[in-house]
């Protein structure tokens, strides 16, 4: 197992590496390259331009860019101080987790991302587990009852909750719940946006905002949700078709007992390769909801440094998201080879 | 072309007598035939794609309104001439001060002749106790100044208001009122026209003046009360006074207004028989054009109707080639990389791997705003990224078919690798290839929408039906209308392809549905 674990952990090293070198060409592709809009400031003599434009070693061909950018520059003794003497640089590299400073905010990237997790985490899990704890339900129920009304519907509803675009399903949401349904108070039955109710003060605890987490929380959960419920009653239908079921059922037992204890277990194995697409949909469609809902995470930062070109901020992101997208990708796969006997670990 | 070789799949015995030797093509297209439910959605979309090639003829013969593509807030104005503009922004909209282009005439073609002095004054738009406030706007062409009084009083309520001067904000005492618009500024002038008001304290009251355009004849007197909240009259009113002191400029001039400024909205109707109350949102000019907008208007006082179609046109056409980019990339490279294996195959894999662990709709962001494309590019930039799913779609289908054995005899006679590709792997791709488009091309409008939604993509002023949905939040109490129509186009075009690439995929392969 620990062997099957580090073998897999290996071979993702060159899909990450392969990401890093994406992330920064992309970016030194850019009109004007990564430091433009820092050298345009107005305010700047030609001598501070120049100096600026030495320290980043923007002049520099790009794979020494590149190196700088992942193992840092200061065992490099290359920048000259006032008095002409040669100094050590100060970044470490992203492989030693320093993805530099935000150009925008002034701040460390990592600090940025480590204000905006929570929000992020908080929004995607209770997304995840919303679409399984309605779509597995539905799925298993959809194929028990294949054929019936209730199959059928759930279909369709799957289709359409696809081609809607979420953004404006989240439009829509807050249209109804947000405007139209009036709550007791006279304002919307539900928040239109934002994390928590507007104060001066910190969020309240979660419970005490859950009313804010919902609509999101649907948006973001509605693929998973279509997705999930297809996959599942694929699944049980795969299940229900074998052998031991039909022996169960000629064992004379019940036919909960054979839906639900045989056929729901084994159908719910496959579920686990979910978890590594799951967190690649859920955080690729961050970026929408928590536009629409103002929520204040990760998705939402991107958004902003993407608009104001922060390019620490952008490549950042990339490499975080490449890095969130593997590891659940991994997780899933030593998850089903830890569930499902069956797989063996070669 | 004819698929000559290939696996004919069946449904049942029936079939298998009904079709008898015909080609996979043949078998295909008549069990589409019998496919209702894909034969209108086939039909939606080709309606769709015929409206918005048709949109500019829809537009102007059909709707008879003329939507402008450029920010369409005109204005016009004589040369020496002073307008006085009078915008309510929206209390959202704090104006940050106006970028007004004159163009020589009304329209987007105009030449832009300068730019204009345009002075913004901050102006808090309280309404005194007891009084309320009413706009005025005369529109008719060549019609006189005209001055307003209120019950028959001596002296002018309001006095010489210009032709094409926009709106007039009046501070009405509250209460019922006769308003009597006269010609000059004299009580004995001849009267233009008599309105009967009863002003609320929450009512803001609009009274339009049409004329004729020969400057003569009727002039009719329009007006509606509106209510607004209160806190919209206690916004800052934004006033521009635009001068155009250019004498060797032509007689009009063409003001366009760059800026979300937003002005409280009703629409007229010329005749006077009816109010269209769906418009929510119309700009005054607009008034002045007096159409009936099917679909209302936005908040640029642009026909939402026709900017749907003409976003249509854009979000499809994007769709169309940009699946077509993607599906020929994703063909070739999926064929070459299934039948050579190998190095190819292992090199395709790992970049296929490499940017599947990245969202797409991330590195789409990126890249969109990084470059900054137009729509040509933007064609090229999802179509270069979109090609992933349809090369493994046909990796996996080359694989399986290249372990048949008519390529295998194929082989044994010494058929070259170039005619065995395109002559016996190609075409039993067909079935793969057109599913994977119709899908793409749904998967697509939505991935362009939402780039457009998030202010990346199509930019304005050009219309896409994601972006038309940028500010959606801001119109939900006052415009739901832009809110709705747009999403709607999206997820009926979205819906109708995935229905086709259904349909299509059992119609090649009926053992395929579950």
């Known amino acids: ?346 | 072309m004819a698929v000559r070789t290939g696996v004919v799949k069946l449904k049942d015995q029936d079939e298998a007598k009904r079709y008898a030797g015909q080609s996979l093509l043949q078998l295909a297209l008549a069990r589409l035939r019998r496919d209702t439910l894909t034969l209108v959605a086939i039909g939606v979309v080709l309606i769709l794609i015929l409206l918005s090639i048709f949109a500019p003829v829809i537009e102007k013969d059909i709707l008879g309104v003329s939507y402008s593509r450029t920010d369409p807030v005109n204005a016009f104005l004589p040369p020496g001439g002073t307008a006085r503009l009078v915008y309510l922004p929206d209390h959202r909209y704090r104006s940050q001060g106006l970028h007004v282009v004159v163009t020589h005439d009304r329209g987007a073609g105009g030449r832009e002749i300068g730019e204009v002095h345009a002075e913004v004054q901050q102006r808090q738009l309280t309404t005194k106790e007891g009084m309320a406030n009413m706009l005025v706007a005369h529109t008719s062409f060549g019609a006189p100044a005209f001055s307003v009084f209120l019950n028959d009083q001596a002296r002018p309520f309001a006095a010489r208001i210009a032709q094409n001067s926009m709106s007039n904000l009046l501070e009405i005492p509250i209460g019922k009122h006769t308003l009597t618009f006269r010609r000059g500024t004299t009580a004995d002038g001849e009267v233009l026209a008599r309105l009967e008001v009863d002003i609320q304290p929450s009512t803001l009251t609009t009274a339009v003046l049409f004329g004729r355009p020969d400057g003569g004849g009727e002039i009719a007197l329009r007006a509606k009360a509106f209510s607004v909240n209160s806190r919209d009259l206690a916004v800052d009113t934004a006033r521009l006074h635009v001068i155009h002191t250019s004498t060797s400029a032509p007689r009009t001039v063409n003001v366009r207004i760059l800026d979300q400024v937003r002005i409280p909205q009703i629409n007229y109707s010329e005749d006077g028989s009816t109010v269209v109350e769906r418009g929510l949102f119309t700009t005054g000019i607009s008034a002045m054009d007096a159409r009936t907008y099917v679909l209302g208007t936005d908040d640029l006082g642009r026909d939402h109707l026709s900017r749907l179609l003409y976003a249509g046109q854009i979000s499809l056409s994007i769709a169309f080639s940009a699946a077509i980019i993607s599906i020929v990339i994703g063909v070739t490279i999926g064929i070459i990389a299934g039948f050579y294996g190998g190095l190819i195959d292992d090199v395709v894999n790992l970049t296929i791997a490499t940017i599947s662990s990245l969202p797409t709709l991330l590195i789409l962001l990126i890249l969109v705003a990084l470059l900054n494309p137009g729509p040509e590019v933007l064609v090229l930039v999802l179509g270069l990224l979109g090609w992933f799913g349809i090369c493994r779609l046909v990796r996996g289908e080359t694989l399986s078919i290249r372990a048949r054995e008519y390529i295998v005899s194929a082989r044994a006679i010494g058929a070259p690798v170039r005619r065995i590709m395109f002559v016996h792997v190609l075409p039993n791709l067909l079935s793969v290839v057109i599913v994977a488009l119709a899908l793409d091309i749904g998967n697509l409008i939505l991935v362009e929408s939402a780039l457009s939604f998030l202010g990346f993509g199509i930019k304005p002023p050009a219309a896409s039906w994601g972006n038309m949905l940028s500010n959606a939040q801001t119109f939900f109490t006052k415009g739901v209308h832009l809110v709705i129509f747009p999403g709607l186009m999206i997820s009926i075009t979205v819906l109708c392809l995935y229905i086709i690439g259904d349909g299509l995929r059992d119609a090649f392969d009926p053992t395929l549905r579950r």
């Open chain 1, 1 to 346: 197992m620990a062997k099957y674990i580090a073998r897999r952990i290996v071979q993702s090293i060159p899909t990450l590496f392969l990401i890093t070198v994406l992330a920064f060409i992309i970016v030194s592709l850019a009109p004007g390259g990564p430091t433009a809009s820092l050298l345009l400031d107005p305010n700047l003599t030609p001598q501070d331009r120049v100096r600026i434009a030495e320290q980043l070693g923007v002049n520099d061909p790009w794979p020494i860019q590149y190196l700088r950018w992942l193992i840092g520059d200061d065992w490099e003794w290359r920048i000259r101080d006032n008095s002409g003497e040669p100094k050590p640089g100060n970044r470490l590299g992203i492989l030693r987790l320093d993805f530099g400073y935000s150009f925008v905010a002034n701040r460390r990237v990592l600090d940025l991302f480590g204000e905006r997790l929570g929000a992020t985490l908080e929004l995607g899990i209770s997304a995840l587990l919303f679409a399984l704890a309605l779509g597995v339900p539905i799925g298993i129920l959809s194929a028990v009852w294949r054929g019936s009304l209730f199959d059928n519907s759930m279909r369709v509803l799957a289709v359409i909750i696809n081609a809607v675009p979420n953004f404006w399903l989240g439009l829509m949401l807050i249209l109804l719940f947000g405007v139209i349904i009036k709550g007791p108070d006279g304002k919307g039955l539900l928040p239109m946006g934002s994390r928590c109710p507007t104060t001066l003060e910190a969020c309240p605890p979660l419970h005490e905002r859950l009313n804010h987490l919902i609509l999101p929380m649907i948006v973001l959960g509605g693929g998973g949700l279509a997705g999930y419920s297809r996959y599942l009653r694929a699944s049980m239908l795969d299940v229900i078709g074998q052998d031991y079921i039909r022996t169960a059922r000629a064992k004379g037992l019940k036919d909960r007992t054979v839906w639900f204890a045989h056929g729901a277990r084994n159908a719910l194995i496959p579920l686990a390769t979910f978890l590594g697409p799951a967190i690649a949909g859920v955080w690729g469609g961050a970026f929408i909801t928590e536009q629409i809902f103002s929520w204040p995470g990760i998705g939402r930062l991107t958004l902003q440094s993407l608009t104001a070109l922060d390019y620490p901020m952008i490549m950042a992101v990339t490499v975080f998201s490449a890095i969130a997208t593997i590891v659940g990708f991994i997780i899933s796969d030593i998850l089903y080879a830890l569930i499902d006997p069956r797989i063996r670990f070669n």
